[in-house]
């Protein structure tokens, strides 16, 4: 809690009261609900913990440490997780995923795993409360309060069960460093962040146009910016002895960025979202008078037209969520916006077919979910399921674009230094 | 204009809607209910003393095939959807038949009727092989244990006494919370102190006698974790 809050009885209260309402929200879906990358994950971080393979998640090798150190004292703890290891280890995913939903105790072996999510989602609680509005105890207490109930935080972490959020917490300590004008520990701590999910990549420059002062400031920022990204690619290079930046440039996952091109003649073809990319730095690098709130403004704007333009997964929209809960407080519309891209994410996720609709209830009961007749081949009997979830997915941009646009009218406003109004 | 009692007759009736969608989605398929061209397997069931079996394929080429036979004897039989490749032999003791769906062909099926039996032996199988999980018998997910398997001439009468807390999904959740029981109640205890505490700060606060509603709570609390066990231990039972 910050001092501003604590001081007055009446935010500490709604503060409390808004920190258990939260938490009793996450622990309703905790034990009873994943999407199968979860046990994944886990079962990566078994492959160190029991069989004592440590690259066994080479792309991802941070997280992989984090969750395997998490394991590891786990274990120690609740010796139960030690009679999973054979699930854990197993190969086969279907059997694993089978074996692990038809165990008895699979509602705590799910809490353990997800309570790591947990507590960096209430380190993230406490960041964002920090981040912004500084002397405006209640408009801090509204920006938790948006993190707290946010359905895609909610989701992605207590349903989905993604890992994205030790990412998110990295980010965050880094804008509230940066915020306190700490430039180097800030990008140090953005470097540590892109090493663990590699999505603030794209925050990078917005950060080092905000923090750097000198042309001294440019160069260094951008060098300890990319350093833990090479540090991993130097680790990977004498451990491994590959290439990490080659092998996830060539991933298909990189390819999402460019997923939305615009062809041109014979072999030229433009990169929508890359060309998006450079006009939104640009638009930033030419403000004369940064301030913070631009800078967190330019992240959710950075973040949406990568959600509008490109192929997603479901988790990455969690990237958008720590910036525009900021933007909320000074464009209410914004909050409903973004209940609405969360309804349209819901009907767009059906397009990953089954593993991230009904077999996210296995654990209730796998057999059930298993043999439920699908959303698709439903959707599929009646029209064609990929283009009635793309009609939802260009809702989902169009609604995106416009949020980039209200953010876009905020962005002047902050410039101009005119007082905001809420109602907007 | 609507008024204020109509606006109210309307939620109610759209809450109604809604909660029987609900109750639907997560009950599957109950009864015999099924999606043809989207579901997959066969389903059985019993109407107005006939023996229904139909089955149904996601629309992908799919061949069913299976024998019914009896110690009675069957007096008619009707097909539905029938089409000019599926085949179908019957005589007073068995029925033969083969079908197949695709991607304009959804669903087949017939019913039959019996006299003096008690009981109909059945063999279905889905493209030359036996997939019991696939075989509804009067419920979703009622399926048999052997790949040959009988059912008695009430065994629809008996499938229909079966309560909602034996039947799946809810039957397997029950059975995992009693089976996991210390994580249940020491999740329904930081549930139950969260609830608490939310209410302390809320509405005990302005009370006069704070600490003893606290004290009520929490006494209702572990009267709550008391009667879980015991309703779960009779769910489960």
């Known amino acids: ?424 | 204009m609507l008024t204020g009692k109509k606006t109210f007759k309307l939620k109610k009736i759209l809450a109604g809607l809604l909660s029987g969608l609900i109750l639907l989605a997560l009950t599957g398929c109950s009864g015999v209910f099924y999606i043809p061209g989207a579901s997959y397997g066969y389903y059985v069931w019993e109407e107005e003393g006939n023996i229904f079996i139909e089955w149904s394929a996601d629309r992908k080429d799919s061949e069913f095939e299976g024998e019914i036979s009896t110690d009675g004897r069957i007096t008619s039989h009707e097909l539905k959807e029938w089409e000019d490749e599926d085949t179908i032999m019957t005589s007073e003791e068995e029925i033969k038949f083969m079908a197949v769906l695709g991607s304009e062909d959804y669903s087949d099926g017939f019913s039959f009727s019996l006299e003096d039996y008690s009981y109909v032996e059945f063999d279905l199988k889905i493209n030359d092989g036996y997939d019991l999980s696939r075989i509804n018998l009067g419920g979703f997910l009622e399926t048999p244990g052997d790949n040959i398997f009988r059912i008695e001439k009430d065994y629809f009468e008996k499938l229909q006494k079966k309560l909602w807390y034996q039947k799946r999904p809810f039957s397997e959740f029950f059975y995992k919370l009693f089976s996991n029981k210390y994580f249940t109640f020491l999740y329904l205890f930081i549930l139950g102190i969260i609830i608490i505490e939310i209410l302390r700060i809320t509405v005990f606060d302005r009370r006069k006698r704070k600490l003893l509603w606290i004290v009520v709570s929490y006494t209702v609390l572990v009267a709550v974790e008391i009667s879980v066990y015991f309703i779960l231990k009779f769910l489960v039972s």
Not at chain 1, 17 to 30: E, S
Not at chain 1, 246 to 252: D, I, K, S, V, W
Not at chain 1, 321 to 348: D, E, G, N
Not at chain 1, 364 to 386: C, M, N, Q, W
Request: glycine share 2%.
């Open chain 1, 1 to 424: 809690m910050t001092e501003d809050i604590f001081k007055r009885k009446d935010l500490t209260k709604r503060f409390y009261k808004y920190f258990l309402a939260g938490l009793l929200v996450r622990l309703l879906f905790i034990p009873f609900f994943f999407q199968r990358d979860l046990l994944s994950t886990y079962q990566r971080a078994a492959e160190t913990v029991f069989a004592g393979d440590f690259g066994s998640s080479f792309e991802q090798i941070l997280t992989h440490i984090i969750h395997s150190a998490y394991l590891f004292i786990i274990k120690f703890i609740f010796p139960a997780i030690n009679e999973f290891s054979p699930i854990l280890l197993e190969e086969d995913t279907w059997i694993s995923w089978l074996a692990f939903n038809s165990s008895y105790n699979v509602f705590t072996v799910l809490t353990l795993f997800k309570i790591l999510y947990l507590l960096f989602d209430i380190a993230c609680m406490f960041l964002i409360l920090r981040l912004s509005f500084e002397n405006e105890p209640e408009s801090r207490l509204r920006v938790f309060k948006f993190w707290v109930f946010n359905p895609v935080v909610i989701f992605v972490l207590y349903i989905f069960a993604r890992h994205d959020i030790i990412g998110v917490f990295a980010t965050l300590l880094a804008l509230l460093l940066a915020k306190k004008e700490r430039k180097y520990w800030a990008i140090f701590v953005l470097a540590l962040a892109i090493a663990l999910r590699f999505f603030p990549v794209m925050i990078l420059p917005l950060m080092v146009f905000y923090l750097a002062r000198t042309k001294k400031d440019y160069i260094i920022l951008s060098i300890i910016g990319i350093s833990g990204l090479a540090a991993l690619e130097l680790f990977s290079y004498f451990y491994f002895e590959r290439s990490l930046i080659f092998t996830l440039l060539n991933a298909q996952h990189f390819n999402y960025i460019l997923s939305s091109s615009l062809e041109l003649i014979i072999h030229d073809r433009i990169f929508i979202f890359v060309a998006a990319y450079v006009v939104i730095i640009l638009s930033f690098f030419h403000i004369k008078k940064k301030n913070f709130d631009i800078l967190l403004n330019y992240g959710a704007i950075v973040y949406l037209a990568y959600v509008s333009l490109c192929y997603f997964h479901p988790q990455y929209v969690l990237w958008i969520v720590p910036f525009l809960v900021m933007t909320f407080i000074r464009r209410k519309s914004l909050i409903y916006y973004h209940w609405l891209q969360f309804a349209l994410l819901m009907v767009i996720l059906i397009y990953w077919g089954d593993l991230v609709t009904k077999f996210v209830f296995a654990p209730v009961d796998h057999k059930f979910f298993v043999y439920l007749t699908g959303v698709i081949p439903i959707i599929e009997r009646f029209y064609d399921s990929a283009k009635f979830v793309n009609i939802f997915r260009s809702i989902f941009t169009g609604v995106s674009l416009w949020m980039i646009y209200l953010i876009y009218r905020d962005n002047k406003k902050l410039i101009e230094n005119e007082p905001y109004n809420s109602t907007l």
